[in-house]
C-alpha cells in the first residue's frame, strides 16, 4: 500500500493557535518532559515512521462492550465530559457512527455531554458518503496522523477517546509513547481519557496520569478524579 503523502511541520496548528509552542516555561510539568526527554529521536522521524506503517481499519469500538460500560458509569464520565471536546484519535471507519452515539444519538446513543465530537484519522476520506451528507457542527474531521495533530493542541484541549491503536497497527513504539505524552499535556485538568485496548498507549499514561482505572478491559486516565454525578 503507497503511504500517505509525508508533510509535518511542528509549528502548524489545528487549534488556529498560531504561537503554540511547547517549552519547560509555557509547560512546566516535570512528569511530561521526563518522559519525553527518555526518547532519543525526534518527533518529525517519530511521526514518518508511525506515518509510513500505518493502515486504515475498521473498528465499531468492539460493538456494545464500550457503549455499554460509558451507559453504566455515564455520572462519573460526564463528570468529567461534559461542555468539553472529545476527540476520537484514529477513529478509523465507523468514526462516524461512533460519534453520534457519544452525542446520544439513535437508539444506542449515551449522552456524555460533549460539546463536539472531532475525528481524526490520517486515512479520513473527505469524498466518503458519510462525511459529505454529515451536516452537523457537532461532529468535526481533522484528516492527520494521531501525534501530527496531538502536537498542535494547546493545553486544556479536551478528552479523548482511542480504541485498538495498537503496535500490530502502528509498529513504533515511540509513537504510541508519545501519543500517551501529549494526551496528557493537552487533557484539561478535570478531563477524561478512555482507552480501549490501546495498550502501548496505556503502558505509557500509567506512568503519567495520577488516577488510572481498569474497568470491564477499558482503562480511564485522569489528572484527577471528581466526584460522581447524575
Known sequence: MKSPEFSYDPKETQN?????????????????????NMIGISDEEIIRRGRKESYNFQDSMSGSVV????NENIGMIKNHTKGKTLFDIGCGKDGVFNANIFLGRGKNGVDMGVSDVVLVDLHLKPDDDEIDNIKNKQIKFKKNDGLSFLISQNFNAGCYFMSHIEYSLIPCAEYHQRIAQEIYRT????????????YDIEKESEELFPVNKGMDGLKLFMKKELSKKE
Open 187 to 198: 487533557i484539561p485538568e478535570d478531563g477524561i481519557f478512555i482507552s480501549n485496548g490501546c
Open 16 to 36: 488556529k493557535n498560531e504561537n503554540l509552542e511547547i517549552t519547560p516555561e509555557t509547560y512546566p510539568d516535570k512528569k511530561y518532559w521526563k518522559r519525553r
Open 67 to 70: 457503549f455499554g460500560f460509558i
